[in-house]
Nanobody, 124 residues
């Protein structure tokens, strides 16, 4: 599976961005999808995840109520709508996919494929 993330940029605090991650190479609907982020000097952290059908979504506490993950299996694309952005959301955002039978949303090792990352910068 190849993943191509896009949609990052520079935005003021309180603004919004929509990240997209287009997948190719395998049947998209067979994979659960996740978004992670990594700020300078910090470890990569879980942001959001969505099940194969899109029925269930998961979020880290710091983004609940502000970010929304969704997917369009017909377009082989997963999205991350980010509203009310804060300076602490500044990071490189990565999309990832996996197809284990049992998986934990937050464990990077449970994701087999990763996109190249897209920079999100939120100014105060």
């Amino acid at each position: 599976v190849q993943l191509q993330a896009s949609g990052g940029g520079l935005v003021q605090a309180g603004g919004s961005l929509r990240l997209s991650c287009a997948a190719s190479g395998r049947t998209f609907s067979n994979y659960y999808m996740g978004w992670f982020r990594q700020a300078p000097g910090k470890e990569r952290e879980f942001v959001a995840a969505i099940t194969r059908s899109g029925t269930l979504t998961y979020y880290t506490d710091s983004v609940k109520g502000r970010f929304t993950i969704s997917r369009d299996n017909a377009k082989s694309t997963v999205y991350l709508q980010m509203n009310s952005l804060k300076p602490e959301d500044t990071a490189v955002y990565y999309c990832a996919s996996g197809n284990r039978d049992l998986w934990s949303t937050r464990i990077t090792g449970h994701y087999d494929y990763w996109g190249q990352g897209t920079q999100v910068t939120v100014s105060s």
